[in-house]
T-cell receptor, first 114, second 113 residues
């Protein structure tokens, strides 16, 4: 069975500081991994996706994530936080095959302090 | 291309009633999935449709049902509403099948009183 664990339900950083949001996955087959962002009262917006083409994945808004199979991790980073990055971030896994079903982590709420 | 649209955006119902939510996928997308988001349970998969066929279902009671039409538009129905059904219901569409990126709509916020 697949699962996703996001460590830290709340993360607070200062504007300009490094953002690191942690995600660990469990999957019996090579996974597809995703990071989504949700702003208040909105749906989910795709930040980036891992599909085995490259272990370092670059996404929108300066975010990137590195797939580490040995650590079963897919942590999200951004070198310099901006006030507009304040939102909730979700890591998700899919096995692919004949389904697009996503299993989501519990989310990390990112606060950015001025 | 226009994004995924969901109607209505907000809905208030009372216990025991039923509700139908609608989702129009991105043009050309044939896969539609539904998710329920609540503060307590987070984001949970309800079901997935592809070419009018349900090909995956989450762990929800039979009160939750859905369908997909030939134009790929999808509806989900919840009968005999319970207070715990209050949630944000998100629809997502994707191009084909199998690990494809899902694009989400803005959601329908359902409040059951």
């Amino acid at each position: 069975a697949q699962s996703v664990t996001q460590l830290g339900s709340h993360v607070s950083v200062s504007e300009g500081a490094l953002v690191l949001l942690r995600c660990n996955y469990s999957s019996s087959v090579p996974p597809y991994l995703f990071w989504y962002v949700q702003y208040p009262n909105q749906g989910l917006q795709l930040l980036l996706k891992y599909t085995s083409a490259a272990t370092l994945v670059k996404g929108i808004n300066g975010f990137e994530a590195e797939f580490k199979k040995s650590e079963t991790s897919f942590h999200l980073t951004k070198p310099s936080a901006h006030m507009s990055d304040a939102a909730e971030y979700f890591c998700a896994v899919s096995t692919g095959g004949a389904t697009n079903k996503l299993i989501f982590g519990t989310g990390t709420l990112l606060a950015v302090q001025p | 291309k226009a994004g995924v649209t969901q109607t209505p955006r907000y809905l208030i119902k009372t216990r025991g009633q039923q509700v139908t939510l609608s989702c129009s996928p991105i043009s050309g997308h044939r896969s539609v999935s539904w998710y329920q988001q609540t503060p307590g349970q987070g984001l949970q998969f309800l079901f997935e449709y592809f070419s009018e066929t349900q090909r995956n279902k989450g762990n929800f009671p039979g009160r939750f049902s859905g369908r997909q039409f030939s134009n790929s538009r999808s509806e989900m129905n919840v009968s005999t509403l319970e207070l715990g059904d209050s949630a944000l219901y998100l629809c997502a569409s994707s191009d084909i099948q199998g690990g494809e990126t899902q694009y989400f709509g803005p959601g329908t916020r359902l409040l059951v009183l």
